[in-house]
C-alpha cells in the first residue's frame, strides 16, 4: 500500500478521496493555484504544493506541474478525482514515466473510453446497445445538417472528448443546428481544448441511468448497481439517486452485465461508469464510459456501504477486489443535491462570492455532506460554482427525499447565491415524488428559470406562524432592555412578499398561536432573537426555516420559498400602503452583464441593427458559455467593453440607441 499520494484536483472531491486515504493511513498532498492558496482542501492535506496562477490552463490543467509536484513531494501515486485531468491519457502516461502509479484505468482504456466514436464502437463490438447515429468526426456544419436529414430531428451534437455535459447541444430542426454546431464546437475547444464533435439521434424524455463497475488488475469485474441521473440542467446533472426508481430486477441486470462486458472488453480496472439512455419502454442504450470517479458516487456507496475511493486506491496499488457480486447488496435509497453557487431567478447564472456563513446540517440523521468550502471562503469564477453535495440516505425513497427536505431547510448559506430553494422545491414537486422522471424534468417543470414557489400549504403556515414569533419575540427582547411594556396580543397584519394577512395572535407556553380565518395555529420554538436558523413544531410537525433581518422586517426561506414578511399592527399597515412606490431604473437601453465573467467573443459592432433573440456576445464563467442575446429589436449606439475583459454583475457591455 501506499505510503503517500497527491490528489491532482480541488475542492470538495480533493477533501472526499483525502477523507478515505486518511482513514487508511496514507499521507496526502494537495496542489493548489493561487486562488486556492487558502482553500479547504489546502488545509485538510499533510502538505501542499503550489502549481501556478488562478485559471486551471496555467495551473491544474499543467500535466508538468502536477508531475513535477508528485516528484517533489515523492508521493508514489497521483489520484485525479473528477473533472480536469481525470480522464487525460497523457497525464497518466506522464506519470508512469516518471514511475508514478495514476489511481485509475490503464491508458488504453482512457483512451478507448475518452473518444466517444472509438467507445462507441467497442460497445458495439463488445454487444452493448448503442443509440442510432454516424460513426465519425463531423466535418463541419453543412455536413451536420445532412446527416441529421437522414438521421431524423432531433438530433445531438456532442464533442468526441470530455464529459460533464461541456460541448453538447440539442438540435430539434435544421434552422437551429448551425448555431448549436458552432456553439458546441467552442464550449468543447474551450473545455478539452478539442472541437471535434459527432452527431447522434436525440431520444426523447429520455431517463439517464448510469452503472458503477469496479475492476481489478486480476479480471475481477462487478458492478454496484445503478444511479438514477435524470433531473438535469443544461445536461449537468442536479438531483442523483439510486436505486432508480424505475428499473426493475431484470433490467437493472442486463444493465449490469452490459456495462462489465465493455469494461471487460477493455481490460478496465479501477471504478468507472457506464452511462446509459433509457426510454420509457424500458430499452437502454449506451451513452459514454466515464474512466473516473463520479461526482454522484456517494449515493452508491450509500446503499452498498462500499467505499468507492478506497477500492480505488487499493486496486491502484495492486490488490485483488475481494468483493463478489452476489456480495453487493442494495439497501434503503440515497439522494444527492448539488449545492451551487448560482442565481436561479437570472438562468441559474453563475454567482460567486464570499462565503459569509456556512453552516450544514452534520448533525441529523441519515444525512452526508462533502464539501470543499468553509465560513468566509470565496467561490471565485475561475473553477466550477459546485459548492457541497448534500446527500440523505433512508430505508425508503420517501423516507430519504424527506429527509433531504428537512436538511435543505436547515442547511445556512448565506454571501453567493444560491440554489437551495430551487432543490427543496424539487424535492416538493409531486412528479418527483412519484419517480416519473426524465431529463427535461427541469425544463418541463420551471422553464429557463426559477424565483420560488407559490406560498401556500404547509409552507404558508410556516412562514405565517414563524413571522409572529419572530417578531413578537424581538419585540419582547427590545421591552426588556428598555424597560418598557408592549402589548403582544391582538391584532396584526403579516406581509408574505406582496399580500397581507390579517391575524391575531396570542402567547403560548413555549410558542405563539396564530388566528386566521377561524382557524388557530400553534408554533412552539426556543428561538431567540439574533439566530438565523428556526427549528420548531407547527401543530406537532417539526419544521424549520432560515432567517436574515431585511430592511424593516425579516427574509425567510423554507420548502422552496424565499420571501421578504413585514409584521406591522393594522393600522401601520394601512398607513405603509398608502406609501408611493419606488419605480425600479430603465435598463431597457443596455446590455448588462448577468453575472461575473470575462467575455470571450462580441458579434456586433457598432451602429449594427440588430433582431431580438440576435446573439451579442458571449461571457465565460465557471466554465460555462453564456450567450447574451438582444430582448428587441435596435441599433447598437455603443460596445463597453472588449474581448478579454472582466466583467461584473450587471455591468453594461453595449449600449442601444
Not at 242 to 268: C, E, H, K
Not at 586 to 613: C, N, W, Y
Request: net charge negative; hydrophobic share 45%; charged share 25%.
Amino acid at each position: 500500500m501506499f505510503d503517500k499520494i497527491l490528489i491532482a484536483n480541488r475542492g470538495e472531491i480533493a477533501c472526499r478521496i483525502m477523507r478515505s486515504a486518511q482513514n487508511m493511513g496514507i499521507r496526502c498532498v494537495a496542489v493548489y493555484s493561487e486562488a486556492d492558496a487558502d482553500a479547504a482542501h489546502v488545509r485538510a492535506a499533510d502538505e501542499a504544493i503550489a502549481i501556478g496562477p488562478a485559471p486551471s490552463v496555467e495551473s491544474y490543467l499543467v500535466i508538468e506541474r502536477i508531475v513535477d509536484a508528485a516528484r517533489e513531494s515523492g508521493a508514489q501515486a497521483v489520484h485525479p478525482g473528477y473533472g480536469f485531468l481525470a480522464e487525460n491519457a497523457a497525464f497518466a502516461e506522464a506519470l508512469a514515466a516518471v514511475g508514478v502509479v495514476f489511481i485509475g484505468p490503464g491508458i488504453e482504456a482512457i483512451q478507448a473510453m475518452g473518444d466517444k466514436l472509438e467507445s462507441k464502437r467497442l460497445a458495439g463490438q463488445a454487444g452493448v446497445t448503442i443509440i442510432p447515429g454516424f460513426d465519425e468526426i463531423l466535418v463541419d456544419a453543412a455536413q451536420a445538417a445532412q446527416l441529421a436529414r437522414d438521421i431524423g430531428y432531433p438530433v445531438m451534437l456532442k464533442a468526441t472528448a470530455g464529459g460533464g455535459g461541456k460541448g453538447m447541444r440539442i438540435a430539434r430542426d435544421e434552422a437551429g443546428l448551425e448555431e448549436s454546431f458552432a456553439s458546441a464546437a467552442s464550449e468543447a475547444v474551450a473545455s478539452f481544448g478539442d472541437g471535434r464533435l459527432l452527431i447522434e439521434k436525440y431520444i426523447d424524455q429520455p431517463r439517464h441511468i448510469e452503472i458503477q463497475v469496479l475492476a481489478d488488475a486480476h479480471g475481477h469485474c462487478i458492478h454496484l448497481g445503478e444511479r438514477e441521473c435524470s433531473i438535469q440542467r443544461r445536461h449537468q446533472k442536479v438531483i442523483e439517486e439510486a436505486p432508480s426508481p424505475f428499473l426493475d430486477a431484470d433490467t437493472r441486470a442486463a444493465m449490469g452485465g452490459q456495462a462489465i462486458a465493455l469494461a471487460n472488453a477493455v481490460n478496465y480496472r479501477s471504478a468507472g461508469t457506464v452511462e446509459f439512455i433509457v426510454d420509457k419502454n424500458k430499452n437502454f442504450y449506451f451513452l459514454e464510459m466515464n474512466t473516473r470517479l463520479q461526482v454522484e458516487h456517494p449515493v452508491t456507496e450509500l446503499v452498498t456501504g462500499i467505499d468507492i475511493v478506497e477500492q480505488m486506491i487499493r486496486i491502484a496499488a495492486g490488490e485483488k477486489l475481494e468483493i463478489e457480486q452476489d456480495g453487493v447488496a442494495i439497501e434503503g435509497a440515497a439522494i444527492e443535491a448539488r449545492i451551487y453557487a448560482e442565481d436561479p431567478s437570472r438562468g441559474f447564472l453563475p454567482a460567486p462570492g464570499r462565503i459569509r456563513r456556512y453552516r450544514p446540517p452534520i448533525d441529523m440523521a441519515g444525512v452526508r455532506i462533502d464539501s470543499g468550502v468553509y465560513e468566509g471562503a470565496e467561490v471565485t469564477m475561475n473553477y466550477d460554482p459546485m459548492i457541497a453535495k448534500l446527500c440523505t440516505w433512508d430505508e425508503t425513497r420517501a423516507g430519504a427525499i424527506d429527509r433531504m427536505s428537512a436538511a435543505l431547510d436547515e442547511f445556512e448559506l448565506h454571501g453567493p447565491g444560491h440554489n437551495i430553494s430551487f432543490l427543496a422545491s424539487i424535492m416538493g414537486r409531486q412528479r418527483f415524488r412519484e419517480g416519473r422522471l426524465d431529463t427535461g424534468f427541469i425544463e418541463a417543470e420551471y422553464g429557463d428559470s426559477y424565483t420560488g414557489d407559490a406560498i401556500e400549504g404547509e409552507a404558508f403556515d410556516v412562514l405565517l406562524t414563524a413571522s409572529l414569533l419572530i417578531h413578537l419575540r424581538e419585540q419582547a427582547r427590545a421591552d426588556y432592555l428598555s424597560g418598557s411594556s408592549s402589548k403582544f396580543e391582538g391584532d396584526w397584519s403579516v406581509s408574505l412578499g406582496a399580500k397581507a394577512h390579517r391575524v391575531t395572535a396570542a402567547w403560548r407556553e413555549a410558542g405563539v398561536e396564530v388566528g386566521l380565518d377561524g382557524e388557530s395555529l400553534i408554533l412552539e420554538s426556543d428561538w431567540h432573537p439574533g439566530e438565523s436558523l428556526l427549528r420548531g413544531s407547527l401543530e406537532g410537525r417539526s419544521v424549520a426555516l432560515q432567517i436574515v433581518a431585511h430592511g424593516v422586517g425579516y427574509r425567510l426561506r423554507h420548502g422552496g420559498v424565499e420571501v421578504d414578511v413585514v409584521v406591522r399592527r393594522p393600522r401601520a399597515a394601512e398607513l405603509a400602503a398608502r406609501m408611493p412606490a419606488k419605480a425600479a431604473p430603465d435598463h431597457s437601453r443596455f446590455l448588462l452583464s448577468p453575472m461575473p465573467g470575462r467575455v470571450i467573443s462580441i458579434s456586433v459592432t457598432e451602429d449594427q441593427e440588430v433582431k431580438a433573440g440576435e446573439a451579442l456576445c458571449v461571457v465565460d464563467a465557471m466554465k460555462m458559455e453564456n450567450v447574451l442575446r438582444a430582448e428587441r429589436d435596435g441599433t447598437i449606439a455603443h460596445i463597453a467593453v472588449l474581448v478579454g475583459d472582466s466583467v461584473s454583475v450587471d455591468q453594461v457591455i453595449l449600449e442601444f440607441i
